[in-house]
């Protein structure tokens, strides 16, 4: 699973497995409920012009370690602090243009 925005795709994602079909439609899709598994990151595509035409995409990936540590409190409010920063800058916009 990886994130689509306009501009294009979120190079880390993870593996995901579904728990539910909520609802299949007649051209196929279907309205899912998955539970993310392994992370990974994108270190080819090799189809990436599909992810114009609409299709799926397809490629080669490393997955990465997903392990808990400990870290310090002060580290874990600058991570925050970033985020609440780097969050609306990436996704600006993106809820008013998924209403369209």
Do not use: W
């Amino acid at each position: 699973m990886l994130l689509a925005l306009p501009k294009g795709i979120v190079r880390v994602g993870c593996t995901a497995r579904v728990t539910e079909v909520v609802k299949r439609y007649n051209d196929g899709r279907m309205d899912i409920v998955t539970v993310g598994r392994f992370p990974f990151r994108i270190t080819q595509l090799v189809n990436s012009d599909a992810y114009a035409d609409d299709q799926l995409l397809e490629g080669d990936v490393d997955f990465l370690d997903d392990c808990e540590h400990r870290t310090e409190a002060c580290t874990q409010k600058e991570l925050m602090r970033l985020y609440e920063v780097c969050h609306p800058l990436i996704f600006e916009g993106l809820s008013q243009k998924c209403r369209k």
